[in-house]
């Protein structure tokens, strides 16, 4: 079934320009169905879902996708290059995807990042010298500080890496009547500034239910304790942490008290507020070097929601995936990274803006979305 297309996407919130992403991606390909893989409890910037993954997958079936998947909080909570791969892995084990589509800022941009050898001693020490300058990689690179523009470039070399079948479609982005994800999520809980930017469903139910929302802040308290009560050694597992920047963190620790002070602090050139974030997010719920080195790319693929007209489609996944493709949670319970994404969200539960939210959804367990 190669008329389907593969869309990585975190929907954080689902907005009118992912809707048209995927009118887009069927326009160009022709595809006949679209699988997405979506981020769960927490995301690519380290910060929890403003909705549970259950919500965010409903809102993108009934907005033209036929089947959403999780990927894992092993891959959703990392830098660019290991979201990208485990993303484009967990699709292309599904096999039977013949496209990877994803949004673009500059698709010249695009062309000629993914141009350079990395292999190329001058390419490599140009990389070196970024580095010690305290540029972060991919301005070390020669990126623009475009994140969807990282992201391609990393979609790409994954790609090429795990030698897939699919191609990849570069959608560019619109800026007119589209806002950013990152604005829209500022302007919450004001359900009306952002009406005119989502699609009506998504709108009517924050509007309806504001308590459902999930806020990085409400962390604080958790995140700064979590911090003053660990040892450097724990630390320092953590998966992005390198060159002894757990002391850095934890003596920040000690003196503030949100989490954004305490980035604040940290960060620098060499260690920008993007890394800070995913590392403790990662703290948070236990994403180590061994667990990610024990794991390089997803082993099963969990289903979050699916249309009715799309059994075919999931009939021939069955048929042709490399990996499981799991419907129960049962199957998963003594998962090493199953249960990493449980802890995720037992932790984004407690970002809830309802104090009743934050005692747990069951989320992570819940039944599949239907429709």
């Not at 030698?163 to 500022?186: C, D, F, G, W, Y």
């Not at 060159?243 to 934890?250: K, M």
């Amino acid at each position: 079934m190669q008329s389907t297309a593969g869309v990585v996407c975190e929907y954080n919130p689902f907005h009118n320009g992912h809707a048209r992403q995927l009118i887009e991606t069927r326009a160009r390909t022709g595809c006949g169905w679209i699988v997405c893989v979506m981020s769960g409890a927490f995301t690519q910037r380290g910060i929890p879902a403003v909705l549970d993954a259950r919500t965010r997958a409903r809102f993108a079936l009934m907005n033209g996708a036929d089947a959403v998947f999780e990927l894992p909080a092993l891959y959703a909570a990392r830098d660019a290059r290991a979201f990208a791969t485990g993303a484009v892995a967990l699709l292309d084990s599904l096999n039977v995807c013949g496209w990877l589509s994803f949004g673009c800022e500059d698709a010249a941009a695009l062309d000629a990042a993914c141009a350079m050898d990395e292999s190329d001693p001058s390419a490599r020490g140009s990389l070196r010298e970024g580095l010690a300058r305290g540029e972060s990689f991919a301005r070390a690179r020669g990126l623009p500080n475009l994140p969807n523009l990282i992201l391609g470039v990393e979609y790409r070399r994954a790609l090429a890496g795990l030698n897939s079948k699919m191609q990849p479609v570069a959608i560019p982005r619109v800026t007119e009547s589209v806002k950013p994800a990152s604005v829209l999520r500022a302007s919450l809980p004001d359900a009306d500034a952002i009406e005119p930017y989502v699609p009506r469903i998504v709108y009517e139910s924050i509007r309806d239910d504001p308590g459902a929302l999930r806020y990085t802040a409400n962390l604080d308290s958790f995140i700064i304790g979590s911090l003053r009560t660990m040892a450097a050694r724990d630390l320092s597992r953590v998966a992005d942490v390198s060159e002894g920047l757990e002391n850095r963190i934890l003596a920040a620790a000690t003196i503030e008290s949100t989490r954004e002070a305490l980035i604040a602090r940290v960060k620098c050139k060499r260690y920008t507020y993007a890394r800070l974030s995913r590392i403790l997010a990662q703290s948070m719920i236990g994403v180590t070097k061994t667990l990610a080195a024990e794991h390089p790319a997803p082993e099963y693929a969990r289903l979050l929601g699916f249309r009715e007209s799309a059994r075919p489609l999931l009939r021939s996944i069955s048929d042709n995936a490399r990996i499981p493709i799991v419907y129960k949670a049962g199957r998963l319970r003594y998962d090493p990274v199953f249960q990493l994404d449980i802890r995720a969200e037992a932790v984004s539960a407690l970002a809830s803006a309802s104090p009743d939210r934050r005692a747990g959804s069951g989320a992570t367990t819940a039944r599949m979305v239907k429709l």
